[in-house]
Structures are given as structure tokens and as C-alpha cells.
């Protein structure tokens, strides 16, 4: 069982930054694969970015290529989601999501692969 708590939201104006964290409970937090994923009012929750329990491999959605960048502390137990030029576009609730699985990374960008979630944080990016 792995519980899941975010932080770091808010509100933000366009080409601002934010970082979020996520941190988890439980022991074998580094054997989870680590998502990012939101969803806007009235849209489908979207993959953001995962990045790999063991080798700490990142996978990014095309969208925030460049300007968002996800990161572990397995020390810690915690990953984040540091959040760069931000655009009006980017307002969301932000959820973290865990996943164990060893298939390759590209698989992990759909809800269905996580078995666990955080309650999200919202961003708000003003223009």
C-alpha cells in the first residue's frame, strides 16, 4: 500500500515556475514508477511525465517538453514535478500517481497503469 500526498500548488502568472512535490509512504517507494498526471475542469485527466523507479529514466508528454522536469529523492521518498514557463494552458489539478511494473516507460502514460494516486493540487497560471 503507498499513500501519496501533494504539495507546492498555486497560482501563478504566465512564464512563472512552480515546483511540486509528492511525497509517499511506505518502504519500497523506490520500486514504483513515479507518474505525473492533471486534469482541467471539464477535460480527461493527461499524462505529464514518469519517471522509473529503479534507473530514474524520464518520459515526457510533448506538451511540456523542455519546460517541466521530473525528479525523485528515493532518500526521501518523495518526487517532483519542477514546472517552468508556465502558460495559462498548464491550469489543472496535478496529480502523482505510483505504478510498479518493470515494462518499458512509454507504457506508463495511461491512468490505468497506476494503482495508487494523490488527493492533487491545483495550478493556476493567470495570464
Known amino acids: 500500500q503507498v499513500q501519496l500526498v501533494e504539495s507546492g500548488g498555486g497560482l501563478v502568472q504566465a512564464g512563472g515556475s512552480l515546483r511540486l512535490s509528492c511525497a509517499a509512504s511506505?518502504?519500497?517507494?523506490?520500486?514504483?514508477?513515479m507518474g505525473w498526471f492533471r486534469q482541467a475542469p471539464g477535460k480527461e485527466r493527461e499524462f505529464v511525465a514518469v519517471?522509473?523507479?529503479?534507473?530514474?529514466?524520464?518520459y515526457y508528454a510533448d506538451f511540456v517538453k523542455g519546460r517541466f522536469t521530473i525528479s525523485r529523492d528515493n532518500a526521501k521518498n518523495t518526487v517532483y514535478l519542477q514546472m517552468n514557463s508556465l502558460k495559462p494552458e498548464d491550469t489543472a489539478v496535478y496529480y502523482c500517481?505510483?505504478?510498479?511494473?518493470?515494462?518499458?516507460?512509454?507504457?506508463?502514460?495511461?491512468?490505468?497503469?497506476?494503482?495508487?494516486w494523490g488527493q492533487g493540487t491545483q495550478v493556476t497560471v493567470s495570464s
Open positions: 519517471i522509473k523507479g529503479s534507473v530514474a529514466t524520464t
Open positions: 511506505g518502504r519500497t517507494f523506490s520500486g514504483y514508477n
Open positions: 500517481a505510483a505504478a510498479y511494473g518493470l515494462q518499458a516507460i512509454a507504457t506508463f502514460i495511461t491512468p490505468e497503469k497506476y494503482a495508487y
